[in-house]
């Protein structure tokens, strides 16, 4: 308290302090003349009271004003410099400003993804169990309601099991309709997550029983923007898909659970046949890990009940392996390579700008020799010079902290879309006082490093000149050499990053999106259970849109391509013995119109056709990927599946036609076997009910949204029509979290690159000058001028090639890390090193070559007489 | 020097502290005036050293300054005691009877 009331008083003061000295004066004159009307005697009274000047001067010294006084000319000054050489001073702050800038904002990211802790009380107990595959690697899959009940019945390491499962809802009858992303949960998933409601209460238990599970909890934010946060909300009917349900809660804010959906929770209820169910997986589970359990213990229980069941339901659970993973470590496992990637990219970075701005600072430091030799010859203390040199760093530090605020901002917005997506509800990648701290740290740290060095090194050499070039040049052509290496290994990163996603963007998805528009059009309950009356609902829906000028096909399918990576069933081949694991295909639901409205090609048979109606034979079609892995080396026409494993006895279906693969998991990856229904013939698999409307245009596709929604409207006004999106786009986002992670990378390596040329070619201009009289020697002795460029050149190279070497020995080694980043590039991709080392070469002989000239130029006799 | 030898160092800043905790509000002056009487004019203050000496007052917060009339119509800057001021007075006199009583023990084995 003492301490800055104390530093207070002498900031105040000191902005008043002409006025201090008015003061302090007539208040001694004031003295003086009391005493001198007391004693009568002015000369005894200036003896009493002492030299005046002096006096005053000490008045001065006891407010400690020197040191701000020194302060303040030693900033005035150097701004005086900064103006002087704006070049010097625009790219040091610039580049410190991206650096830590940059830094900061990849830190934060890291921070909310890695370690800030979740919203829910005791987040780190929170686990969920996956149910994966024995053969294949896909270990985070859904679960199925039979074994959730198994495992709620015996599980003794985790406690509360619930389950939930993301679905969707329509919210009509009040106002617009509205196509809503719901959850269904067990009755005790709150009490698991345990968190309380905003309001009302959360399921009881009994209420995920069918009859009793008409309850409804609202997110805070529907409840905001739909109910107008009315508190009276509890206890009101709404109907949800026509169903009647009253309203019991209301969530906390922002409330999410692994998966960023949930604007209405109801109860998860099922019947017997339900609850018995092993097969179909769609289900999440979460429960809790009490202290002093581990993981390990977890998982040790799910592999012997894994085990349990292969043996005991060899239908169903032939290849059932449980897995258990903590909320926090799924929730950011996907993203950890990447932003350990972009930690040390930006780390990289920083180093490089640090070293930039010491070599900088030296080379102005070297540069001011002779006015810093002055300074000390009229008697400035070696510390007081050093205390100007650090100065500049620090006003260096002060500005490049306040424009890297401006680049974190910039890059936090750019970096919002990389938090995962089950976090993103209640992450906000904002600059809070922690990153402002992060912030002031880097800043200072940064400059004390790349200022103190120079600092001290110039007051060293300013008694020692002659050896510290030396030194000097020894020590900045290590620094540079470094910066090259640190340069090298960001551009093959970044190169590996870029080659990735040009592949990814050259890679056909199997379908045309350029011209698609599609939206989400879920059609109510009531509709579903008549397939006649659902049938002439989309036809009469499908010739509204087709009609619409512009538009040139429509259809509706199970969902937009690569948008829902799953949606896999159970199927068997007529006449084959399948491979346990290898029997479930993705289905999808489609009217006929799908293939050529999406541009699919047809490879063989025919295409899904208006006269595949209920009443007609069933059949489908199916993928290239199917065919080749069901009926390889053999026609897929006319061939028989149904759906479910070889005990049920679903009716045939015949495989009319082949269609070309579509890569529904995903840009990078393989397409799956997929096999496509018309949506007329399977009324009941309401999972997969064609709920996307897919309209193909002449161009651009977001202008015909207002057309295709009227047309809609006008086949029936309560039909909610959401998520209206060019296919472009959707695609887009598919592969945005590469192109930022790219475009991020990219920008840091280009700033490496410019600050290694910028210190090679500092390095040359500086080694020109200080040679000035060897090179007029040699000159004078026969040399010619291209001879002195190459010798000048000729010492860059030394410490460009030093660089390369490490860099490039530490790119190899290091790239491997980054092979899960990568599509269809190898780590070591000799096309990309050798792109990096051809860039490097070519503007590294620029960086070099530019300053050399000046060696050509030099004249003997005048070279000779310099200094 | 700052102080005639008759003031022991350090203490110029109690003494003042203790001259206004008499005096209430007074100014520079009036406190070397005060301290003259007080010490039967054995202390012989330097009287400017008063100044820097009340500056650093004023930095400390134990002080502060306000410019007010003279009785005979003059202005001049007072100084009066701030609650700090008051606190900082009895640790200093708390010190200094400590060690005045160490000095006593010291030179006058006796009298203690």
């Known amino acids: 308290m003492g301490f800055f009331g104390e530093w207070a008083r002498r900031i105040a003061y000191w902005q008043r302090r002409e006025q201090f000295d008015t003061e302090l004066q007539e208040e001694m004159a004031f003295h003086l003349a009391q005493r001198e009307s007391d004693t009568a005697r002015l000369r005894d009274a200036r003896l009493r009271f002492g030299n005046q000047t002096l006096l005053r001067e000490r008045s001065r010294d006891e407010w400690g004003w020197t040191l701000l006084d020194s302060a303040m000319a030693d900033i005035r000054y150097t701004l005086r410099g900064f103006r002087k050489q704006p070049a010097f001073a625009s790219i040091a702050i610039s580049t410190l400003a991206v650096a830590i800038g940059g830094g900061t904002a990849i830190l934060t990211l890291a921070d909310a993804v890695l370690f800030r802790p979740l919203p829910y009380p005791d987040p780190a107990e929170l686990t969920l169990v996956f149910e994966g595959n024995m053969q294949r690697e896909l270990v985070r899959a859904d679960t199925a309601p039979g074994t959730y009940r198994a495992l709620r019945d015996s599980m003794r390491t985790l406690r509360g099991l619930a389950l939930y499962q993301p679905s969707e809802t329509n919210l009509t009858g009040e106002g617009e309709p509205e196509r809503l992303d719901a959850a269904r949960a067990s009755a005790n998933f709150f009490q698991t997550v345990g968190i309380r409601p905003h309001l009302g209460r959360f399921f009881q238990a009994g209420e995920d029983i069918p009859g009793r599970d008409s309850v409804v909890i609202l997110s805070y934010e529907l409840w905001q923007r739909r109910f107008g946060a009315d508190v009276h909300v509890l206890g009101r009917k709404i109907l949800l898909s026509e169903q009647p349900y009253t309203v019991i809660g209301v969530l906390p804010p922002h409330f999410r659970y692994y998966f960023d959906r949930g604007e209405l929770w109801t109860p998860f209820a099922g019947g017997p046949e339900v609850w018995a169910g092993r097969s179909a997986r769609y289900i999440y589970i979460t429960g809790r890990r009490p202290n002093g359990v581990s993981m390990q213990q977890v998982q040790a229980e799910l592999d012997a009940l894994s085990a349990q069941y292969r043996n005991d339901f060899p239908r169903d659970c032939a290849q059932t392996k449980l897995q258990a993973v903590s909320l926090r470590e799924r929730l950011a496992e996907d993203s950890r390579t990447s932003l350990y990637f972009l930690l040390a990219a930006v780390f990289g970075l920083l180093l490089i700008a640090c070293s930039n701005v010491a070599s900088l600072l030296l080379t102005r430091a070297v540069a001011r020799g002779a006015e810093l030799s002055v300074r000390l010859a009229l008697g400035a203390s070696r510390g007081r010079l050093v205390r100007q040199l650090f100065t500049e760093s620090l006003v260096l530090a002060v500005a490049a902290g306040g424009a890297s605020l401006l680049v974190a901002a910039a890059a936090l917005q750019m970096l919002q879309p990389l938090v995962p997506p089950g976090m993103a509800a209640f992450t906000t990648l904002t600059i809070d006082w922690r990153v402002v701290s992060i912030q002031c740290g880097l800043a200072l740290f940064c400059t004390l490093l790349s200022g103190l060095l120079p600092a001290f090194r110039t007051a060293d050499s300013l008694t020692t000149r002659a050896i510290g070039g030396v030194h000097h040049e020894r020590l900045r052509g290590a620094m540079i050499a470094g910066e090259v290496a640190l340069a090298i290994l960001l551009l093959t990163g970044a190169s590996l990053l870029f080659r990735t996603f040009t592949n990814l963007n050259n890679v056909a998805p199997g379908f045309e999106p350029d011209g698609l528009l599609s939206m989400q059009t879920v059609l109510p309950n009531s509709l579903y259970r008549d397939p006649a009356l659902r049938t002439r609902f989309y036809e009469n829906i499908l010739e509204r849109v087709r009609g619409v000028p512009g538009v040139t096909g429509a259809a509706f399918a199970s969902a937009v391509p690569t948008t829902w990576k799953g949606g896999f069933s159970t199927y068997t081949a007529e006449g084959r013995t399948q491979e346990p694991g290898q029997t479930s295909a993705m289905m999808r639901q489609t009217t006929p119109g799908y293939f050529k409205t999406l541009g699919i090609p047809l490879r063989e048979g025919r295409l899904l056709a208006e006269g595949d109606h209920g009443g007609s034979a069933l059949v489908a079609v199916v993928n290239e990927a199917m065919a080749k892995r069901v009926w390889p080396g053999e026609s897929a026409i006319g061939k028989r599946i149904h759906r479910g494993d070889a005990q049920t006895d679903n009716p045939w279906i015949t495989i009319v036609g082949v269609v070309g693969d579509v890569r529904e998991m995903g840009l990078a990856a393989p397409s799956p076997v997929i096999t496509y229904f018309p949506e007329s013939q399977h009324p009941t698999a309401t999972f997969s009910a064609p709920n996307y409307l897919l309209v193909r245009t002449q161009h651009s596709p977001g202008a015909w949204s207002d057309a295709i929604r009227r047309a809609v409207h006008e086949v029936s006004p309560s039909q909610t029509v959401a998520k209206i999106l060019p296919v472009p786009e959707v695609l887009a986002k598919e592969t945005q979290e590469r192109r930022i992670q790219m475009t991020i990378t990219v920008a840091f390596a280009s700033t490496a690159l410019f600050l290694a040329c910028l210190g090679l070619y500092g390095l040359i201009s500086y080694a020109v000058a200080q040679r000035r009289r060897e090179l007029g020697v040699r000159l004078a002795l026969g040399a010619t001028p291209s001879q002195l460029v190459a010798l000048v050149v000729g010492s860059g190279a030394k410490f460009t090639t030093a660089g390369a070497v490490v860099g490039f020995a530490a790119a190899a080694g290091l790239s491997r890390f980054m092979t899960s980043l990568l599509f269809q590039v190898k780590p070591l991709d000799p096309a990309v090193f050798g792109a990096v080392a051809g860039l490097l070469a070519s503007t590294a002989v620029i960086a070099c070559w530019l300053p050399a000239r000046r060696a050509r130029k030099i004249e003997p006799a005048q070279a000779l007489r310099y200094d | ?112």
């Open chain 2, 1 to 112: 020097m700052a102080l005639s030898p008759n003031i022991p160092p350090g203490s110029l800043h109690m003494l003042i502290l203790k001259s206004l905790a008499r005096l209430g509000s007074m100014h520079g002056y009036g406190i070397a005036l005060f301290l003259e009487q007080m010490s039967e004019g054995v202390l012989d203050v330097e009287e400017g050293s008063l100044y820097p000496a009340l500056q650093r007052l004023l930095l400390k917060g134990w002080v502060r300054a306000e410019w007010k009339q003279t009785e005979n119509n003059r202005r001049a800057r007072y100084y009066t005691l701030t609650a700090d001021g008051k606190k900082a007075l009895v640790e200093e006199m708390a010190a200094f009877d400590r060690v005045n009583r160490a000095i006593t023990l010291i030179i006058h084995p006796t009298e203690a």
